[in-house]
């Protein structure tokens, strides 16, 4: 940050999380005494998908990324996502060092970021981010990442701290009202459907930019050197 003076609308953040056809039901009200209450879920277990969210510090964000658990993938998959939203098949269903380095083509072509113009990509230290190959690929677009430390993405990560838990919360009511209107079980299909339509990012975006912010990114003084006593 000292370096480069990033502005707000060049500092992003991007993290990945889960969504199964087999959705969380949300709260239920019922009369006192009522002995049969409940919601309808798609299955016992669901079909899991990764999606990856990014967005900078004024709250703007880029088309996301579907990870499929599939072998192959094919553009059909996401036909009912969001404009702009490019898609990957993988068995595991998680982002592997390869599917990031299609992220950060991806990255690229929305933040346009290069050497005139440097970014600053705030991410985890997951394996598949810090690959050679996609290090050099920052490098060459003038991207500086900056990850967060192990096991401390809960306090730190801004996506998991004011999005992901909205985002889950909206997917889960709309899954519900598509499950009441729809009496089949829901596909990877309907959920990028249902994901398209679920209006959240008017929501949280105040709240990520507020953890963006260049005020709100500093670094930690360096520790002064312990005075060692003299017997």
């Not at 579907?66 to 998680?94: Q, R, T």
Request: proline share 8%; hydrophobic share 35%; with cysteine.
């Amino acid at each position: 940050r000292n370096q480069y003076k990033f502005d707000p609308y060049c500092i992003y953040n991007v993290d990945d999380t889960g969504l199964t056809t087999a959705q969380k039901p949300v709260k239920v009200l019922a009369g006192k005494g009522s002995k049969q209450v409940g919601r309808i879920t798609s299955a016992e277990r669901g079909t899991l998908i990764t999606l990856c969210c990014t967005s900078d510090a004024i709250g703007n964000s880029i088309p996301p990324l579907f990870v499929f658990p599939w072998v192959k993938f094919h553009d059909y998959m996401i036909k009912e996502g969001p404009p702009g939203c490019v898609g990957f098949a993988n068995p595991s269903g998680w982002v592997s060092s390869d599917i990031f380095i299609e992220w950060i083509k991806h990255f690229v072509r929305y933040s346009n970021s290069s050497h005139e113009s440097p970014v600053l990509l705030l991410l985890d230290s997951h394996k598949s981010h810090i690959s050679v190959r996609a290090l050099d690929l920052a490098i060459q677009h003038g991207i500086t990442m900056l990850s967060f430390p192990t096991h401390c993405t809960h306090k730190l990560q801004p996506m998991d701290r004011t999005v992901f838990g909205p985002l889950k919360r909206f997917y889960n009511a709309a899954c519900d009202n598509w499950m009441v209107t729809n009496p089949r079980p829901m596909t990877i299909y309907e959920m990028l459907l249902v994901h398209h339509e679920t209006s959240f990012s008017n929501k949280v975006s105040p709240s990520i930019a507020s953890l963006l912010s260049p005020e709100v990114l500093k670094p930690y003084p360096k520790a002064s050197a312990r005075k060692r006593s003299v017997k």
